[in-house]
């Protein structure tokens, strides 16, 4: 089935760095992918739809300078988390749209998330 | 504005016994539903999804949901629970627009004792 991989799986750093996250999907084509912020025992909230060859589209009160996504190939988006500070630590998850089917048939394929801790 | 609620924020069933895990949602239109599973530290997994066709939609790992317009709800049932079943799961509303963004509900644990 599709898969869609996301890389690191956790990563600790120290404060006022940037930390690149990855995510790639493996078997499939994605021109549309999402990036997701999780805080601990809550839902997933949506961060930004990150469109392949264009810039991406940030939900209301994300700070785009802060959190940088790059969306250069159909198969990898990126999310840069820059001078990363203690309330950025957060789990971090994408998806990406399958193009099979249309509209909203088309699947949401998850990656199993990153841990990022600031210190 | 679209919207789902989960009613339970923790579920806990013995082994063996029914799950029952509730979802209203809010929509001016016909919704697409799905619910999602997460197990810990790990991206969300699929179990089912309505799209306008039969109201009663069957997943995977022998889970079901109900599509029910006249109550505005799409409860998430299974006959018997095994202990891998623990994990949370999430209701989900997709939006209309032409990302078709995902909506989520704030979830259910689901505890599942020996």
């Known amino acids: 089935g599709a898969v869609v991989s996301q890389h690191p799986s956790r990563v600790i750093c120290k404060s006022g760095t940037s930390v690149k996250i990855e995510c790639r999907s493996l078997?499939?084509?994605?021109?549309?992918m999402f990036w997701y912020r999780q805080f601990p025992k809550q839902s997933l909230m949506l961060m930004a739809t990150?469109?392949?060859?264009?810039?991406?589209?940030?939900e209301q009160g994300v700070e785009k300078d802060k959190f940088l996504i790059n969306h250069a190939s159909l198969t990898l988006s990126t999310l840069t988390v820059t001078s990363a500070h203690p309330e950025d630590s957060s789990f971090y998850i994408c998806?990406?749209?399958?193009?099979?089917?249309?509209?909203?048939?088309?699947?949401?394929?998850f990656g199993d998330g990153t841990r990022l801790s600031i210190l | 504005a679209q919207s789902v609620t989960q009613l339970d924020s923790h579920v806990s069933v013995s082994e063996g016994t029914p799950v029952l895990l509730r979802c209203n949602y809010s929509?001016?239109?016909?919704?697409?539903l799905f619910w999602y599973v997460q197990h810990p530290n790990k991206g969300l997994q699929l179990l089912l999804k309505y799209t306008s066709a039969a109201t009663l939609v069957k997943g995977i790992n022998g889970f079901e949901a109900e599509f029910k317009k006249s109550e505005t709800s799409f409860h998430l049932t299974k006959p018997s629970a095994h202990m891998s079943d623990a994990a949370e799961y999430f209701c989900?509303?997709?939006?209309?627009?032409?990302?078709?963004?995902?909506?989520f509900g704030s979830g259910t644990r689901l505890l599942v004792r020996p």
């Open positions: 078997d499939f084509q994605a021109t549309t």
């Open positions: 990150s469109n392949e060859g264009s810039k991406a589209t940030y």
């Open positions: 998806s990406a749209r399958d193009p099979v089917g249309t509209g909203v048939m088309q699947p949401q394929h």
């Open positions: 989900v509303v997709s939006g209309r627009d032409s990302s078709y963004k995902l909506i």
């Open positions: 929509s001016s239109y016909s919704p697409s």
